[in-house]
């Protein structure tokens, strides 16, 4: 499995598997390549794209029915326990995204 390493002056390096990573650029709207930057000026875009789209995942759990999990099967019931929202996967990266407009530096990527 690729892994794709996010620097910036602002933080300490972010790690995470390239298909978790190629869905945050598409929300970001940034076009997944092998190496690139996110300039100062595009940072508060890709902040904000995050942040509306864990915003559309709160919301839409808060719609769904509670689910009983009497009803699931094992692996349902240890898929379910172990899943990873996008807020939680997203955080990291957006903390960086916030120091580093505060500051003023690029954000990188490479795989």
Avoid: C
């Amino acid at each position: 499995m690729a892994i794709v390493k996010f620097k910036s002056k602002a933080a300490g390096d972010i790690v995470m598997f390239k298909e978790h990573a190629d869905k945050l650029f598409r929300i970001m709207g940034i076009e997944a390549s092998a190496r690139g930057v996110i300039e100062p000026a595009d940072l508060a875009h890709a902040h904000a794209q995050l942040v509306a789209a864990v915003n559309m995942e709160r919301m839409a759990k808060a719609e769904q029915a509670p689910v009983d999990e009497t009803d699931l099967s094992p692996e349902e019931r240890v898929a379910m326990q172990n899943h990873v929202s996008l807020e939680q996967r997203a955080y990291p990266l957006l903390k960086m995204l916030e120091v580093a407009q505060r500051k003023q530096v690029d954000v990188h990527w490479g795989f």
